[in-house]
């Protein structure tokens, strides 16, 4: 097999959003993979009761954000430049993320981070917080309106004053599903993969729609976390791969791997 070009031929689904489906495809194309981009979900800027500026009127400087993607800095950042703020002025309170890459965005911003537990998951977050952060904190989570409610009811179960900040709309896309559909009956994919149980659940109900349970089950899923792999299994995926470390990148290192390992047992 080819150093260089580890995925060569190999056909690979990207679901990501619209905005985030081109890098994914700059690392597949960099292993010599094909990308297959067919966006199940769009993301965009929520429509707010509560302004930004509202919201940090109510906060001091012991108070915290709390941030779980990329995506809720990246909105919450736009809904920042719509009242004139510039994002730098989180560096005025506490901040706990998940993931290398929401803490890489941050810094990028040069917006230190208080909190950011070793394993990528709410759950781990909150048992962090819930060991470090006094409970006279104020805490806001910035998420997406289809988040997990896990991280805020958890906080509010053990006597915290939590703020539910809505800061992007995850909606499911229609328009690419002849798309997706032909390209399972034509046998054109050889990997699937989700970010998210968002675009699991938009891709399933193309599949039930069209009865395609044959057609995708018996192709291997690659999933960022535990829960969208949860999520696929409970729809009957018969192998379903998940990287150490819930990253785009440690994804693509995960089907090389899986690759190599089908082409040494074909031998």
């Given at each position: 097999?080819?150093s260089?070009?580890?995925?060569?031929?190999?056909?690979?689904?990207?679901?990501?959003?619209?905005?985030?489906?081109?890098?994914?495809s700059?690392?597949?194309?960099?292993?010599?993979?094909?990308?297959?981009?067919?966006?199940?979900?769009d993301i965009?800027?929520?429509?707010?009761l509560l302004n930004?500026?509202?919201?940090?009127?109510?906060?001091?400087?012991?108070d915290?954000l709390?941030?779980?993607?990329?995506?809720?800095?990246?909105?919450?950042?736009?809904?920042?430049k719509t009242?004139?703020?510039?994002?730098?002025?989180?560096?005025?309170?506490?901040?706990a993320v998940?993931?290398?890459?929401?803490?890489q965005?941050?810094s990028?911003?040069?917006?230190?981070?208080?909190?950011m537990?070793?394993?990528?998951t709410a759950?781990?977050?909150v048992?962090e917080?819930l060991?470090s952060?006094?409970?006279?904190?104020?805490?806001?989570?910035?998420?997406g309106?289809?988040?997990?409610?896990?991280?805020?009811?958890?906080?509010?179960?053990?006597?915290y004053?939590?703020?539910?900040?809505v800061?992007?709309?995850?909606?499911?896309?229609?328009s690419?599903?002849?798309k997706?559909?032909?390209?399972?009956?034509q046998?054109?994919?050889?990997?699937?993969t989700?970010t998210?149980?968002?675009?699991?659940?938009?891709?399933?109900?193309v599949?039930?729609?069209?009865?395609?349970?044959?057609?995708?089950?018996?192709?291997?899923?690659?999933?960022?976390g535990?829960?969208?792999?949860?999520?696929?299994?409970?729809?009957?995926a018969k192998?379903?791969?998940?990287?150490s470390?819930?990253?785009?990148?440690?994804?693509?290192?995960?089907?090389?791997?899986?690759?190599?390992?089908?082409?040494?047992e074909?031998?």
């Amino acid at each position: 097999m080819n150093s260089g070009q580890p995925l060569k031929g190999v056909r690979i689904l990207n679901s990501r959003a619209v905005h985030q489906a081109s890098e994914f495809s700059k690392y597949i194309h960099k292993h010599g993979g094909i990308s297959i981009e067919i966006p199940l979900i769009d993301i965009k800027r929520s429509q707010l009761l509560l302004n930004v500026k509202e919201l940090f009127q109510q906060l001091s400087n012991e108070d915290w954000l709390v941030f779980t993607s990329k995506n809720g800095v990246e909105f919450f950042r736009e809904h920042m430049k719509t009242v004139g703020l510039d994002i730098t002025a989180l560096s005025a309170y506490r901040i706990a993320v998940v993931g290398e890459k929401t803490k890489q965005l941050l810094s990028e911003y040069h917006i230190g981070i208080d909190i950011m537990p070793t394993s990528f998951t709410a759950e781990a977050l909150v048992k962090e917080m819930l060991q470090s952060v006094p409970a006279s904190s104020k805490i806001v989570v910035v998420r997406g309106n289809l988040a997990r409610p896990l991280l805020r009811n958890t906080l509010v179960e053990h006597h915290y004053q939590v703020i539910d900040f809505v800061a992007y709309e995850t909606t499911h896309i229609v328009s690419n599903e002849e798309k997706l559909v032909q390209s399972l009956k034509q046998h054109s994919l050889d990997y699937l993969t989700f970010t998210s149980p968002s675009t699991v659940h938009s891709f399933m109900n193309v599949m039930n729609k069209h009865h395609l349970k044959e057609e995708w089950n018996q192709l291997p899923c690659v999933c960022i976390g535990s829960v969208t792999k949860k999520a696929i299994l409970s729809h009957g995926a018969k192998r379903v791969l998940v990287p150490s470390k819930f990253t785009i990148e440690n994804m693509i290192q995960t089907i090389i791997e899986d690759v190599k390992h089908q082409k040494e047992e074909m031998r």
